[in-house]
């Protein structure tokens, strides 16, 4: 039982280049979340998908794309990256999308935009 | 909309002190709190949460917190701190929605352990 997964680890990018982060979770979660975590803010929400077939936005949703490809893989494409996108960036996933419900991190993928 | 201070950046204990990490929170109704650890390079692993009942909540490796709704606190404690200790620990705050299940997260506490 892996968790949640995130591929890459680490990324090092040129600004206007595209990439997509990949999750996956095998814990059977209905919901999935994206947020990134840069020093002094703690983590921000970029999309959530509260349950396959659905997306929303977060707080921090602009110069992002979320896919939910099926219920174990969510993916986040950045399609013309920015130095400002330079952060850490961590999947989690969810049973269900209420407030209670415990949210599992993945390891996290650490992106640097040139 | 919810927000949540962790006043402390840094904090360096040293090795079976005790440790007590400060949060704020900010939320007009009864709040979903927690708490998270992060291990350097790694994602990060709930400690323990609070919903209702007790206000003195236990967690994982030997932490506990207590949901003061007078100061809208909600203080992580552990009484003898272990070099593995040695992490970033985020406050964060959950609110009821329609949909989704959106945590504000504080700016987070580095801990140091001084042998």
């Known amino acids: 039982n892996a968790g949640v997964t995130q591929t890459p680890k680490f990324q090092v990018l040129k600004t206007g280049q595209s990439m997509t982060l990949q999750c996956a979770q095998d814990m059977n979660h209905n919901s999935m979340y994206w947020y990134r975590q840069d020093p002094g803010m703690g983590l921000r929400l970029i999309y959530y998908?509260?349950?396959?077939?659905?997306?929303d936005k977060g707080e921090v949703p602009n110069g992002y794309n979320v896919s939910r490809l099926n219920k174990r893989e969510f993916s986040l494409r950045l399609e013309s990256a920015a130095p400002s996108q330079t952060s850490v960036y961590f999947c989690a996933s969810s049973e269900i999308a209420v407030s209670y419900n415990e949210q599992f991190f993945g390891p996290g993928t650490r992106l640097t935009v040139l | 909309a919810q927000s949540v201070t962790q006043p402390d950046i840094h904090i360096t204990v040293s090795e079976g002190a005790s440790l007590e990490l400060r949060c704020n929170y900010s939320y007009g109704a009864t709040p979903y709190l927690f708490w998270y650890v992060q291990s350097p390079g790694q994602g990060l692993q709930l400690l323990l949460k609070?919903?209702?009942?007790?206000?003195l909540v236990q967690g994982i490796k030997g932490f506990e917190a207590e949901f003061k709704r007078s100061q809208s606190s909600f203080n992580l404690r552990k009484p003898s701190v272990h070099w593995s200790d040695a992490a970033e620990y985020f406050c964060?705050?959950?609110?009821?929605?329609?949909?989704?299940?959106?945590?504000?997260f504080g700016g987070g506490t580095r801990v140091l352990v001084k042998p």
């Open positions: 964060a705050v959950g609110a009821w929605e329609a949909a989704g299940n959106k945590l504000t």
């Open positions: 998908s509260a349950s396959e077939g659905t997306t």
């Open positions: 609070y919903f209702s009942g007790d206000t």
